[in-house]
């Protein structure tokens, strides 16, 4: 490990008298060069950057005058070289590096505004192998780092919020810098360089179809500063992916009170739920609380798969979120503000339940323009003590062709519907999970017991706590049922028709207990926990 140096202190203002430009994004490129120029300090920049200056009749230098070299390699070198990071990197009150900038001929540069090649926004745009790899950007991270790692002397932008910082320290400190400012922009130079790189790193990953590559990294760009976490004491924020899917993450946010922690990851929930549900074959409405669904229905219109869906549990849907797979409209709009609710999250909105919307000005309304795909490959993580555990998104969608028979009893065409609606649902509520649905209406959920048998029989309580019942009803399990109890259950509070995954060593067992009772109990091989 390098020792430190026994380098002099820096300057709590230090003056800015070069800066080098270089930026794939110009926005404000022109205003900031015009006001670094005006303020006496030496512009130099690269290819299409310092044509942009130029053009608009600004001095600036080409980086090749510095260095003595032409940019080559199709401009892959042309910042990589003795003279600029020795001018980014030379600690100007230390005597050695002082010497030797002297006899090499090298300038300090105060001041670096780079950012990065687009190979975010490429990847996401669907590019070739070779195009992705060609806007991986190597010189400007290499001057990013270089100049953050001198931030005593350096001040570094990668944005345009940054260089508007870095303006207004230096018009009210006399053309220098502080060194807190050049701190900060340091930590959120090297924050960009990581989250940069682990873009780069996970689509290589990707590419190579590794699962689990040696190491992994995540990366975010802050949304939100949240006033507290899941609880009052608990500090929060809310990040975005460099491509995120559509969802909360990419939501405008119509009206209503800032989003908390606990409202995103329920909303999240809602709308994940919700996507499982073409709109070309029935408008579809899942309520949720605290990330478990309390009703799910489809509906001939929207109003309708709202009131079968608030029909399973109303009293649990006070407070909770709203998700459509479809366009809000002011019929359903009007029935929705008549409950307390949170957030209503929707593809689209119209104007009148806009209009309706803005009359309670504390509910949140977010539209996204379109839904998640739900069976678009990604992965998911989660904390632990000194880690975090990853896999891949929970894809699995059954047909009709996927369901093994294992009872007497054939399940009939409507029994197959109900049985697949309902184990759709499952897939979304915490484990371990019981649902009783029928004619695409969930009609009792158990969510989160810690045997089945309690789950099948809470979520027939519910049912009959709301007057739907359950006769003829598929019931759905997200796990095997371990022994007969649960699915005896089911059976008493009505279902004719069990979906689960099978594979215990009891189900022999359970297969006798339905045909028993006479249902009709199908096998999907797939597991859908969710704990």
């Not at 029909?311 to 307390?340: H, M, Q, W, Y």
């Not at 028979?405 to 109900?418: G, M, N």
């Not at 004619?439 to 045997?451: H, P």
């Not at 109890?485 to 069990?498: F, M, P, Y």
């Amino acid at each position: 490990m390098p020792a430190a140096p026994d380098f002099p202190p820096a300057p709590d203002l230090h003056p800015i008298r070069r800066a080098l430009l270089s930026v794939s994004d110009k926005t404000g490129l022109v205003e900031a060069a015009r006001t670094l120029s005006e303020m006496g300090v030496e512009l130099v920049s690269t290819g299409g950057t310092r044509k942009a200056i130029s053009d608009a009749g600004l001095p600036v230098k080409d980086i090749s005058e510095l260095t003595g070299f032409p940019e080559m390699m199709d401009g892959r070198v042309k910042t990589l070289h003795p003279i600029v990071h020795g001018g980014l990197l030379g600690v100007r009150d230390a005597p050695e590096h002082k010497a030797a900038m002297d006899e090499h001929g090298i300038g300090g540069i105060d001041l670096v505004y780079v950012n990065l090649y687009p190979f975010e926004q490429t990847v996401a745009s669907g590019a070739d192998y070779e195009t992705a790899v060609e806007n991986i950007d190597i010189g400007g991270p290499a001057m990013i780092r270089s100049a953050a790692k001198n931030h005593g002397y350096v001040a570094v932008c990668t944005e345009p919020s940054d260089v508007a910082e870095v303006l207004e320290a230096l018009k009210a400190n006399g053309g220098k810098t502080p060194l807190s400012l050049r701190k900060t922009l340091a930590a959120r130079a090297y924050a960009r360089t990581a989250s940069y790189d682990a873009a780069i790193s996970s689509w290589f990953a990707a590419q190579l179809g590794e699962e689990a590559p040696r190491r992994r990294a995540f990366a975010g760009e802050l949304v939100q500063t949240m006033r507290y976490g899941e609880n009052p004491h608990q500090a929060a924020a809310f990040y975005r992916d460099a491509n995120p899917r559509v969802g909360v993450a990419t939501a405008r946010q119509l009206q209503g009170k800032e989003l908390s922690y606990n409202n995103i990851n329920d909303t999240d929930a809602a709308f994940e739920l919700i996507a499982e549900f073409d709109p070309a074959k029935a408008p579809a409405v899942a309520i949720i609380k605290h990330a478990n669904p309390c009703g799910v229905a489809t509906g001939a219109t929207v109003l309708e798969a709202y009131q079968r869906a608030l029909a399973c549990d109303p009293v649990s849907a006070f407070g909770g979120i709203i998700a459509l797979n479809t366009r809000l409209d002011a019929a359903t709009a009007e029935k929705i503000l008549e409950l307390f609710t949170e957030v209503v999250i929707a593809p689209e909105v119209d104007d009148d339940s806009a209009a309706l919307f803005a009359k309670k000005k504390n509910v949140r309304l977010l539209t996204t323009g379109g839904l998640p795909d739900a069976l678009t490959p990604g992965v998911t993580f989660k904390s632990v003590s000194g880690g975090f555990l990853v896999q891949s998104r929970d894809t699995a969608r059954l047909t009709a062709a996927d369901l093994k028979v294992v009872t007497k009893r054939e399940p009939t065409e409507a029994e197959v519907r109900d049985m697949l609606f309902a184990f759709t649902l499952a897939k979304h509520v915490k484990s371990n999970a019981i649902v009783y649905a029928k004619d695409g209406q969930s009609l009792g959920i158990g969510a989160g017991q810690m045997n089945r048998k309690d789950s099948a029989r809470i979520a027939a309580l519910r049912a009959a706590d709301f007057n739907l019942d359950l006769t003829g009803s598929a019931c759905a399990s997200e796990a095997f049922f371990p022994f007969p109890d649960g699915l005896i259950q089911a059976a008493e509070a009505g279902c004719t028709a069990v979906i689960q995954p099978g594979g215990s060593i009891g189900d022999q067992k359970v297969i006798d207990a339905a045909d028993e009772r006479g249902l009709a109990m199908v096998f999907t091989g797939v597991r859908v926990f969710r704990h």
